[in-house]
């Protein structure tokens, strides 16, 4: 069709876009707007006036948030804070390997074979071999097909989640979910619906109402994933999760579940593998399990487990995993030799659990606190039993309980002190330092902050006697500063 025989609407038309292409070519892109010019003095007025806004909200200085303790030495058994020598109530040193001998031999040979660290990502030369004899170690222990290792424990779930889960998926998550999880939430930018803490029916009222939706929409429940985000053992309150019910629920509603490990793994279960192994689930059933290498094996970083298929996306997709240098030989060195002690000695979960009992009795009942925790969870939480209703008042004062632990002097007024030993009425003094931490949090970032606490950490290395010595300077803290 020829110029002359188109339609004089199509051309007017065609006219009216090329002017407008010609204006948006060579119109500017912005316009000066009138300002009146100021005089020097009027300039002079308004830099005076000017007060830049502070990057960050001011605190005190004697604020409890900013205030540290400087540790000596390793933080074993023994620590010393600001020169003190303590009892170890607060690392999460659970199977006391963090200073043992052959761990450290293993970490020495390795940093003279190796050097201090990789200066790369996995990808990019970052790859030792030890890399993946612990990958391969840490699977077999688990009895999954495959692990994945990462640098740093707190990106190892915050990588891990926006790996599978994406912008429109729905995640179903624990209000007691911790920060690193929080994290990994917010990167997916899926739509989250928090349950009520370990509540199964509020997750089954959740889990209702999405598949009515569903039904509503099939088309667009075809290509949304769906899945439970959960701790084995929650380390804000120190419960562990319904985990047979949670797997009921993932196959009645068709569901992935993902299970955060790192409080449990190495602590619960015959042979240290986790809440799986507690209830005697399936570890298949789980779709990813996720724990750090920071509190049972004494190392760093993390790791991730579970089918080949899951493992090897991580491996492009899992942010902490690609663009983090990798952990350091000696670190993951360090690891295997843990391990390695840990299905040598299988007893020594035994061992911690006892001694979580142990602590759980003994802490119960205390005058002014409450204790919080299950009785075989390895860190407790001691609670103000009544709050002053501020939350920073109730850190100050758990805070000064935290330092009396460290500085008091316990008198006798029998014949014989606390831990048994003989000495005259109203003369023999005995200093109890025990090292505690308060459970820290930050709290504009944290969805559902847990109320202000006392953090109590038992590792096998603690003995009765250091257990009682604990009571007592919890109990006599709790009679004096909080009557």
């Not at 209830?279 to 970083?301: K, P, R, T």
């Not at 860190?379 to 850190?395: C, I, K, P, T, V």
Request: a negative charge; one cysteine or more.
């Amino acid at each position: 069709m020829s110029v002359i025989e188109a339609p004089s609407y199509h051309l007017i038309l065609e006219g009216i876009l090329i002017l407008w292409i010609i204006r948006l070519l060579f119109s500017k892109t912005y316009r000066l707007h009138e300002t009146n010019k100021l005089t020097e003095k009027e300039k002079e007025d308004l830099i005076e006036e000017w007060q830049p806004e502070p990057l960050a909200p001011t605190i005190s200085t004697d604020s409890p948030y900013i205030t540290y303790d400087v540790v000596t030495g390793p933080p074993s058994h023994k620590i010393i804070i600001n020169g003190k020598e303590c009892i170890n109530f607060a690392s999460f040193n659970f199977l006391g390997l963090l200073d043992n001998e052959r761990v450290k031999q293993k970490a020495l040979s390795s940093l003279k074979k190796y050097g201090v660290g990789t200066c790369g990502p996995r990808g990019f030369y970052g790859t030792f071999d030890v890399h993946l004899e612990l990958e391969s170690r840490l699977a077999k222990f688990m009895k999954t097909e495959e692990a994945i290792i990462y640098s740093y424990g707190f990106a190892t779930i915050a990588s891990a989640i926006p790996a599978y889960a994406k912008r429109g998926d729905i995640i179903f998550v624990d209000e007691a979910a911790c920060f690193s999880i929080q994290k990994g939430l917010q990167a997916s930018r899926s739509f989250l619906k928090y349950f009520k803490h370990n509540d199964m029916d509020d997750l089954e009222r959740l889990l209702k109402e999405q598949e009515l939706e569903d039904q509503q929409n099939p088309r667009k429940a075809r290509v949304t994933r769906k899945f439970i985000v959960v701790e084995g053992l929650y380390i804000n309150t120190a419960d562990i999760c319904p985990l047979p019910e949670l797997v009921k629920l993932k196959y009645k509603y068709k569901v992935r579940i993902f299970l955060e490990e790192s409080m449990s793994f190495g602590v619960l279960g015959e042979h240290g593998r986790g809440v799986t192994e507690h209830f005697g689930v399936n570890i298949e059933d789980i779709d990813l399990i996720s724990a750090n290498m920071e509190n049972s094996l004494a190392s760093i970083g993390g790791f991730c487990c579970g089918r080949s298929f899951v493992i090897d996306h991580q491996r492009l997709s899992g942010q902490g995993y690609c663009f983090s240098a990798s952990l350091p030989p000696m670190l993951a060195a360090a690891a295997i030799e843990a391990l390695s002690i840990m299905q040598e000695n299988p007893e020594i979960f035994t061992v911690l659990r006892k001694k979580c009992t142990y602590v759980y009795k003994e802490l119960h009942g205390i005058p002014g606190l409450k204790l919080v925790g299950m009785q075989f969870a390895p860190a407790l939480h001691l609670q103000l039993e009544r709050s002053s209703g501020s939350r920073e008042s109730d850190m100050q004062m758990l805070r000064s309980i935290v330092d009396y632990f460290r500085e008091a002097w316990f008198y006798s007024t029998s014949g014989t002190s606390a831990v048994g030993s003989a000495c005259s009425p109203r003369v023999c003094c005995m200093e109890r330092q025990v090292a505690l931490t308060l459970a820290r949090y930050l709290e504009k970032e944290e969805r559902y902050p847990p109320p202000p606490s006392i953090r109590v950490v038992v590792t096998i290395e603690q003995t009765e006697e250091d257990i009682l010595k604990a009571k007592l300077c919890i109990q006599e803290a709790t009679l004096t500063l909080l009557k």
